[in-house]
């Protein structure tokens, strides 16, 4: 269950509560001053419940920024980037970015594990740029098929990734992982 999800099953429990905790009260008898004071402490507890919810919202939306600006702003990520969108071939010099990009999306599969991160916001921000490098024959020669043993989380993010898109019904920009790297399933973490 994702964040936002429950975050509204626990909004919708308290409602509950306190709509029982008010008919509750009526049925005892209070006199209106308590009812008024019942009401006034419901109503506060709300609004403070959803000043909460706002700032969770924009910790999330400072935390998303970071992420791509840590993305954005390596120099290693940026020129292996660059390369990849221009399709020039990726060489035995940029191993280091090529290192440093795919364990960038080796980060993110952590962060998701320890739902941190939601997948929705991970393809909104990262699934172009993450499958151009995937499905790129040089960063898989040079890298991922000789390393197979090594990127244990990105398979695994590949092979969850490929699991939600599918569920999302969007087969665009799918990863030819699978069908690149020997036994891959092997090295898939589940």
Known sequence: MNTQKRYRVAFFISIVIVIFGVVFFFFQGTDLGN??????????AISIWFQMRRSKDMAEGEFILALNENFSNNDDIRHLQSKLYRGEPITEDDRVAIIAYFT???TLYLLIRRDVLDFD????????????????PDCQALELVPAAATYRNLF?????WTHYRQRQKDASLESTLPTVIPDFDRYVIL
């Open 104 to 106: 960038f999306f080796e």
């Open 35 to 44: 009812t008024v004071m019942i009401i006034t402490a419901v109503i506060g």
């Open 121 to 136: 916001v991970l393809d909104d921000l990262f699934r172009e740029r993450y499958v151009i490098a995937i499905n790129n």
């Open 156 to 160: 695994t993010l590949d092979h969850l």
